[in-house]
C-alpha cells in the first residue's frame, strides 16, 4: 500500500547562532513526520552547518498542503517576502531552485566571463534557446486572444514602435537577416 503524500514547508534553526533554514518538502510518499527522522533537508548548506554547530534546536513543520504546487508556491512565496537573500540570519541560497546572487557575486562571473570566447555550436544553442522556435498560426491565435482587452499604454506602444523600425531598419541596410516563417 502505497503511503499518503503530504508535502509541507519548515523551519530550522540554531537559535545561539541566530542561523535559519526554511525549506519545503514534496517528494512523494513524503510526510511532515519524517522531518528530522529521516528526512534532513537536501541543502548542503544545513549539513555542513550541522557538522560545525550540531543539531538545530528549531525543528518545525510550518505549513501542510494538498499539493506539490502549494507547497512549492508558498515556500517561493516566503521566501521572498523574507528577503532571505539580503539577510545574512538565513542559510538558504535558492529560491525554488533558482541561485540568490548579491551585486557582488554577480560582479565576479561577470568579470571571470568577460573575453571568454565560446564555440559556434554552443553560440548557435543558446541564440536557438533565447529566441526560440517560431509559433504556429493556432498559437499565434491562442496568444492574441490571451491578450485581447489588456490596455496597453502610449508609452509601451512608441516603444514597439521604435522597436519595429530598427528592425526593419536593419534588415534594410542588411545588419539583420529577416526571420522566415513557416507556412
Known sequence: MATETKPFTYLIGWSAHNLYYYGVRYADSCHPNSLWTTYFTS????????????????????????????????????????????????????????????????AKISS???????????????????????????????????????????EHKEKLRQKSLAYWQGVRNGTIQRIKRAT
Open 43 to 106: 541543502s548542503d548548506y544545513v549539513k555542513s552547518t550541522r557538522d560545525k554547530l550540531g543539531e538545530p534546536d528549531i525543528i518545525q513543520v510550518r505549513k501542510t498542503f494538498f499539493s506539490k504546487k502549494q507547497a512549492s508556491s508558498w515556500e517561493t512565496k516566503v521566501l521572498r517576502r523574507m528577503k532571505i537573500f539580503e539577510n545574512s540570519k538565513f542559510l538558504n541560497k535558492q529560491i525554488n531552485g533558482n541561485w540568490i546572487m548579491n551585486e557582488e557575486t554577480k
Open 112 to 154: 571571470t566571463m568577460k573575453g571568454m570566447k565560446r564555440p559556434e555550436e554552443v553560440r548557435k544553442k543558446m541564440s536557438i534557446a533565447k529566441h526560440g522556435k517560431l509559433h504556429s498560426e493556432k498559437s499565434k491565435i491562442n496568444m492574441s486572444i490571451g491578450r485581447s482587452g489588456i490596455p496597453v499604454n502610449e
